[in-house]
T-cell receptor
């Protein structure tokens, strides 16, 4: 069974620090990788996607992909209290199937 | 990215009744997805709706309980039938973007409480 694993947290970081969120996946044929942010009571919001090995940067966010290790991560630089949310890792495995992880709760302390 | 709206945004229903949730997208999309998310839990895929064909249901979900319509490329409905308190959840509509990477976008959700 195809799986996406995340540490449920909570991950607590001080304001201004780097938050590092990690995710592993089981299907070596996975094609695209996504990070969603979900605030309490809201729907998931796509914040980053990556499809090739290496790093992809967008503002304070960097997604990192290592297909050999089946590992994808999200770094949030200069973390802000407004970054406090649950972050969902998702993996597109083909055939219109996307597998979502259970999410990591992030708390950024002011 | 696609803009998705859902109606109603929330509802409180009595057990044994049914509720139909509507999902409208501002562009034509091939695949639409319906998810359920219970408090503090991750997303659970209920079914995938492809225009012009029967919806494909995930294990544990059946058409009699969650009938889905997909009359065109911008609209879908999910009905939660014969509701029980266990159906209390947030129901989310989602679509694949037209790009090559199959990123999904979500509607705002419908918060359902069954009493």
């Amino acid at each position: 069974q195809k799986e996406v694993e995340q540490n449920s947290g909570p991950l607590s970081v001080p304001e201004g620090a780097i938050a590092s969120l990690n995710c592993t996946y089981s299907d070596r044929g996975s094609q695209s990788f996504f990070w969603y942010r979900q605030y309490s009571g809201k729907s998931p919001e796509l914040i980053m996607f990556i499809y090739s090995n290496g790093d992809k940067e967008d503002g304070r966010f960097t997604a990192q992909l290592n297909k050999a290790s089946q590992y994808v991560s999200l770094l949030i630089r200069d973390s802000q209290p407004s970054d406090s949310a649950t972050y969902l890792c998702a993996v597109y495995t083909g055939g219109f199937k996307t597998i979502f992880g259970a999410g990591t709760r992030l708390f950024v302390k002011a | 990215s696609a803009v998705i709206s859902q109606k109603p945004s929330r509802d409180i229903c009595q057990r044994g009744t049914s509720l139909t949730i509507q999902c409208q997208v501002d562009s034509q999309v091939t695949m639409m997805f319906w998810y359920r998310q219970q408090p503090g839990q991750s997303l659970t895929l209920i079914a995938t709706a492809n225009q012009g064909s029967e919806a494909t249901y995930e294990s544990g979900f059946v058409i009699d309980k969650f009938p889905i319509s997909r009359p065109n490329l911008t609209f879908s409905t999910l009905t939660v039938s014969n509701m029980s308190p266990e159906d209390s959840s947030i129901y989310l509509c989602s679509v694949h973007d037209r790009g090559p990477y199959y990123e999904q976008y979500f509607g705002p959700g419908t918060r359902l409480t069954v009493t």
